[in-house]
């Protein structure tokens, strides 16, 4: 359904799995397993994986921490995209990457659910984007010490309210790994 002429296709957006974001993360291993099935299917499927990775003056570009978790790797022919905001299309060459595959559906994995994912989420859907996030396949810290719910209610709330997302011509949509369907 999506706003953007001839791009049928669809990604699978990796988003910021990295030791410094998701080590701390909850259900971590899990996520990352979820993470890794979908990396893994969607290259049995001719499925675009795009990686995004953070950085700024606490992840610092080539550290240890910036690095993707051992657990997954990301093929040498798929594109990886390097952000410094949250909204992984804010002053990156990630539309571009996308077009060049004719990519108008995202589904979406990764790290912080409240910050990075929600913002990457939010600019898909404006930008004429279709955006699915893949419930059981995202994580955040425990940020309650400054006032934030627990981790388990991030992830619940902003799969509940993302299931509902729409505007004209594009949606959005919660799925768990089992559900994701690629093809549209």
């Known amino acids: 359904m999506t706003t953007l002429d001839n791009r049928p296709n669809t990604a699978l957006l990796v988003v910021d799995v990295q030791n410094g974001v998701v080590d701390e993360g909850h259900e971590r291993d899990a996520v990352v397993a979820n993470i890794g099935a979908l990396v893994g299917r969607a290259r049995r499927e001719d499925v675009p994986v795009v990686w995004v990775q953070h950085s700024d003056e606490e992840l610092v570009r080539g550290s240890e921490e910036w690095n993707i978790v051992g657990e997954l790797t990301r093929a040498d022919a798929e594109p990886v995209v390097h ?11 990630l539309e571009k990457v996308l077009a060049e595959r004719g990519v108008g559906r995202l589904v979406v994995v990764g790290a912080e659910t409240d910050a ?12 004429g984007y279709d955006a699915t996030l893949v419930g059981d396949a995202h994580t955040t810290v425990d940020k309650s010490a ?10 619940a709330h902003t ?3 993302w299931r509902y997302q729409i505007a004209p011509g594009r949606k959005g949509g919660t799925v768990e790994t089992t559900d994701v369907d690629f093809s549209g």
């Open 159 to 161: 799969n509940l309210y």
């Open 83 to 93: 952000k410094s905001y949250g909204d992984s299309f804010e002053d990156t060459d």
């Open 146 to 155: 400054w006032g934030a719910p627990k981790p388990e209610q991030v992830i």
């Open 116 to 127: 990075c994912i929600r913002s990457t989420l939010h600019g898909a859907l404006v930008r």
